[in-house]
């Protein structure tokens, strides 16, 4: 079955980096996208960072632009989300999520068809 799964999160002081992972399976189709988005706590969920699987192109929020990157490795299904100079502002839980069809912003979740099941992060002293 379908499944995605998301690693790599947890506790880091702020200024540090993290970086996550997202793994996805079990699809009979080629993906269009793979994104990520994050839900701080008390807040809505948000678009972070989304690539398509196909040529690599990349977008991202304005709050992580030049913090952020979003790479894919195409052999392993796998798109990793690099997470550098953290602020207390990036702690959410933070997801993973497949467009098996052509979208045209894809940091608009509503265009997403599976999700993963969350990874925390917390930036904190």
């Known amino acids: 079955q379908v499944q995605l799964v998301e690693s790599g999160g947890g506790l880091v002081q702020p200024g540090g980096s993290l970086r996550l992972s997202c793994k996805a399976s079990g699809f009979s189709r080629d993906l269009y996208a793979i994104g990520w988005f994050r839900r701080p706590p008390g807040k809505e969920r948000k678009g972070v960072s989304c690539?398509?699987?196909?040529?690599?192109?990349?977008s991202s929020a304005d709050s992580v632009k030049g913090r952020f990157s979003i790479s894919r490795d195409n052999a392993k299904n796998t798109v990793f989300l690099q997470m550098d100079s953290l602020k207390p502002d990036d702690t959410a839980i933070y997801y993973c999520?497949?467009?098996?069809?052509?979208?045209?912003?894809?940091?608009?979740?509503?265009?997403?068809?599976?999700w993963g099941q969350g990874t925390q992060v917390t930036v904190s002293s």
């Open positions: 690539i398509t699987i196909s040529d690599g192109r990349t």
């Open positions: 999520a497949v467009a098996e069809e052509y979208v045209w912003n894809c940091l608009y979740e509503g265009d997403y068809n599976y």
